[in-house]
């Protein structure tokens, strides 16, 4: 099992920062493969930030603004998102798959409003 602990959401102001983190537990790898995935209101989770073995993906919405990074044991995995919109307002979910068991992980979701 793998336990995943999300903070770092809140209300910021257009422009404005915020940095997510995910802490993992368990049976987890330097290998696993994890990302960043949202939720507005609605049925679709999109994926924001994806961090495999040396290679990065993002969503085209949020290249150039957002940035996927690990501590070095890869335990940790943050999203450091910058000049934030109003449409990047969602509940923001960590994943990670873990290479021991094939399986998929969450963490609970951390809300971010970008507001004025």
């Known amino acids: 099992q793998v336990q995943l602990v999300e903070s770092g959401g809140g209300l910021v102001q257009p422009g404005g920062f915020l940095r997510l983190s995910c802490a993992a537990s368990?049976?987890?790898?330097?290998?696993?493969?994890m990302g960043w995935y949202r939720q507005a209101p609605g049925p679709q989770r999109e994926l924001v930030a994806a961090l495999t073995t040396g290679r990065t993906n993002y969503a085209d919405s949020v290249k150039g603004r957002f940035t996927i990074s690990t501590d070095n044991a890869r335990n940790t995995v943050y999203l450091q998102m910058n000049s934030l919109k109003p449409e990047d307002t969602a509940v923001y979910y960590c994943?990670?798959?873990?290479?021991?068991?094939?399986?998929?992980?969450w963490g609970q979701g951390t809300q971010v409003t970008v507001s004025s």
């Open positions: 994943n990670r798959r873990a290479i021991r068991d094939g399986n998929d992980y």
């Open positions: 368990g049976r987890i790898s330097s290998i696993d493969s």
